[in-house]
């Protein structure tokens, strides 16, 4: 039986080769360049401070609401002032934080309602739990986010690994 030897097999999986590792350090070398986020200004840096300090106060305030609602079973009016106060200098200087912090101010209103909504016995259906829980831990998650917020830039990847390499070479 004759079989058939395949004429350009290796030469195709060596082109492919090639070609995957040059995406491959185009790709390192888009990330390398990726620029560092601007440092902020020295004012736009305490007002952001300030914001943030004043919308984590608040957030733990409703965080404590929410456990004395788990406790008691009585419905609270959960604070937003200081949000809506601070909102354009979160948006300004930590865009990155500003779209789920104000996602979870923006469903205030319906956990207050799912808080107030009883069945018989003052039971609380499962939806409405789910839902309160879940603002819950997004309110947690809304704290981390905007701490890291004021966590200063890294400069850019590419900086960072020079001024690595010219301080191991320079000692020598």
């Not at 020295?42 to 914001?51: C, K, P, S, T």
């Not at 819950?136 to 390499?165: H, K, N, Y």
């Amino acid at each position: 039986m004759h079989t058939k030897r395949r004429r350009y097999g290796r030469p195709v999986r060596i082109v492919a080769a090639v070609t995957a590792l040059a995406a491959a350090a185009a790709a390192a070398a888009r990330a390398l360049r990726t620029p560092a986020r601007a440092p902020r200004a020295a004012a736009g840096r305490a007002a952001l401070e300030r914001a943030v300090a004043a919308v984590d106060r608040e957030l733990a305030a409703d965080l404590e609401l929410m456990h004395m609602f788990d406790t008691t079973r009585q419905a609270f009016v959960l604070e937003n002032g200081q949000f809506i106060a601070h909102r354009e200098v979160i948006e300004r200087e930590a865009p990155e934080a500003y779209a789920f912090v104000a996602d979870v101010f923006e469903r205030i209103p319906a956990t207050e309602s799912a808080m107030e909504r009883r069945g018989p016995a003052g039971s609380i259906a499962d939806a409405d739990r789910a839902l309160i829980h879940l603002w819950e831990g997004d309110a947690r998650e809304a704290q981390r986010t905007l701490r890291a917020a004021l966590v200063p830039p890294r400069a850019a990847r590419w900086d960072a690994l020079i001024a690595r390499l010219r301080g191991r070479f320079s000692s020598r």
